[in-house]
């Protein structure tokens, strides 16, 4: 079934309308997060593919759990994780903390890794097996961050990566002025 398909038999379900959904939006999101009356109403009634992050909030709209409203719809085979319900969160201190950004099934895992000015991670290091090679990739989406690996230090800047051995000790310290933000992956994922 198509997704704008089910929204307009929810639609016919419930007997909400599209203008109610709009109006519902101001006690629900900040201004710059709403969705035009035209957004909403290319979402059920479009021929073109709705964006996920339209129904997201379209799911919120209507009261409904995102992973029921894609059932049965293209989006079917999609995992998605919003910010404010993700799984898990490692604090490290009152500087430093990570979300869990993957879903539970991938062989993977990929964190978003958040630290102040003056904050730093705890060492880490994956197990040594010599069947399996444990990888990490840092890579930064704003601020900047210096990573330390095995005592060498690297300063990465908004858009940089490193790629590394996780089996090396390794930690992550921010020594600048803004809050860093960095998407970090970890393959294979352990615990």
């Known amino acids: 079934m198509k997704t704008n398909e089910k929204l307009r038999h929810i639609l016919d379900v ?5 203008r109610n959904l709009h109006t ?8 710059k997060e709403r969705l035009s ?3 909403l109403t290319r979402a059920f009634y479009g021929d073109s593919r709705i964006r996920f992050s339209t129904l997201v909030k379209i799911s919120q709209l ?15 085979d999609i995992f998605f994780l919003r910010r404010n319900k993700r799984f898990d969160s490692f604090m490290y201190n009152d ?12 062989s993977f895992m990929s964190l978003e890794l958040h630290i102040q000015p003056g904050g730093k991670t705890r060492t880490e290091r994956s197990p040594t097996d010599k069947k399996k090679k444990y990888e990490k990739c840092v890579y930064i989406i704003s601020g900047r961050l210096r990573v330390t690996i095995d005592n060498h230090e690297h ?3 908004q858009r940089d990566s490193i790629t590394f051995s996780s089996s090396q000790p390794h930690f ?3 020594t ?6 960095a998407l970090i992956t970890l393959s294979p994922k352990h615990f």
């Open 14 to 18: 419930t007997g909400i309308s599209v």
């Open 24 to 31: 519902k939006q101001k006690d629900l999101f900040p201004p």
């Open 37 to 39: 009356y035209n957004a």
């Open 62 to 76: 209507i009261e409904m759990p995102i992973l029921e409203l894609i059932e049965d719809t293209e989006f079917d």
């Open 95 to 106: 500087k430093a903390y990570a979300d869990i950004v993957t879903g539970p099934n991938c």
């Open 155 to 157: 300063n990465l800047t």
């Open 172 to 174: 992550f310290e921010n």
């Open 176 to 181: 600048f002025s803004q809050r860093c933000i």
